[in-house]
């Protein structure tokens, strides 16, 4: 197999989610002494993004600098991205800023990492720098769709609107699903449930279950019933065999003393034959993690939650049980 055909299948195993084996492949190719191109390069950043694999990417950082493709604008924004998704955010700043050329996918590679870092108003300052300052590179959906899920993060709410109306006003830019779905997650978690139903009514494609479960989630918190019906109905033709849907509904009408309700929705669950999926979790104890679901009854798992309830009382912590 030549270096092109090598390069193209690593790069098609990254962006196709199989990360091992771009991993295993590229792992082949240095074994042969093949030396990776920029190609190979930027497929083998993406699969460590996926996984990781920081070691991996900072191997592949100093292999591109020793043979000056460290600047090279494709490589350097997977760079970028491979930092930031591997848990370096200073170290992608690093690259970014010295890059001596930025195409927008290099500005929205950055300004996505910032939102995913939690650090809004600097990827909101890195936008301003994009469009005002002497790079003017003009934005694209990908750029807007970082810096609503930056404000979603973050909870900014008027600076998200701002941002959404931005997109046609300034830029001429039609807002997609995935810039409707990040107002809807934006204003649900605002409670702000009616203005997110408004976003999804006008989506220009359905919403997804995602979307509308995080919108149910937030109509719980708000024991909003009027709204929650009506997301709740789009939910069970989506994924009708989904619990979680039925008992959130239930406890919503349960909030407001709906028992009727309450009641009519646990019987649709039974009706419909859908079982509610026990709830897991995990406690790791020196070198080990134990796992356990609601309904076990492991002594040694009662033994730990109860010296940590005993830990947290002494604490001062109270228990929030209006949602069990």
């Known amino acids: 197999m030549s270096l092109e055909e090598e390069s193209g299948k690593n790069l098609w195993y990254a962006q196709n989610g199989m990360s091992d ?3 295993v492949l590229f792992d082949g190719m240095k074994e042969a002494g093949v030396n990776p191109d920029k190609i190979t390069l930027v497929g083998v950043l993406s699969a460590c993004a996926s996984i990781g694999a920081l070691e991996l990417g900072k191997w592949i950082d100093t292999y591109a600098t020793e043979r000056g493709l460290q600047h ?74 970082g810096l609503l899920s930056a404000c979603v993060h973050a909870g900014l709410v008027d600076k998200g609107r701002q941002l959404f109306n931005l997109m046609s006003s300034s830029f001429g830019l039609v807002p997609k699903i995935e810039h409707y779905s990040c107002m809807v997650d934006l204003l649900s978690r605002a409670g702000l449930v009616h203005e997110a139903w408004d976003f999804i009514q ?31 109905q789009l939910l069970l033709e989506l994924e009708p065999a989904n619990s979680g849907n039925y008992v959130i509904s239930s406890k919503i009408y349960a909030n407001s003393e709906m028992w009727d309700d309450s009641a009519r929705m646990r019987m649709l669950m039974r009706q419909r034959g859908v079982s509610k999926t026990p709830g897991c979790s995990w406690i790791g104890n020196e070198d080990q993690l134990h796992e356990f679901h609601s309904g076990e009854g492991s002594t040694e798992i009662l033994d730990v939650i109860k010296l940590l309830y005993e830990d947290l009382k002494i604490e001062g912590y109270i228990p929030n049980i209006n949602s069990v």
């Not at 979307?211 to 019933?225: E, I, M, T």
Request: with cysteine.
């Open 72 to 145: 090279e604008i494709y490589v350097g924004t997977a760079l970028i991205d491979m930092y930031a998704k591997c848990g370096s955010l200073a170290t992608a700043l690093r690259v970014f800023e010295d890059m001596p050329q930025k195409n927008e996918v290099s500005w929205n590679a950055m300004i996505s990492a910032l939102a995913f870092h939690g650090r809004a108003h600097e990827a909101i300052s890195l936008f301003k720098r994009m469009t005002e300052g002497s790079a003017s590179v003009r934005p694209n959906d990908i750029t807007f769709v």
């Open 21 to 23: 084996e771009a991993m």
């Open 202 to 232: 006008k989506m220009p494609e359905k919403p997804d279950q995602v979307v509308l479960g995080a919108l149910l989630g937030a109509c719980r918190k708000c024991k909003n019933v009027d709204v929650s019906e009506q997301v709740l």
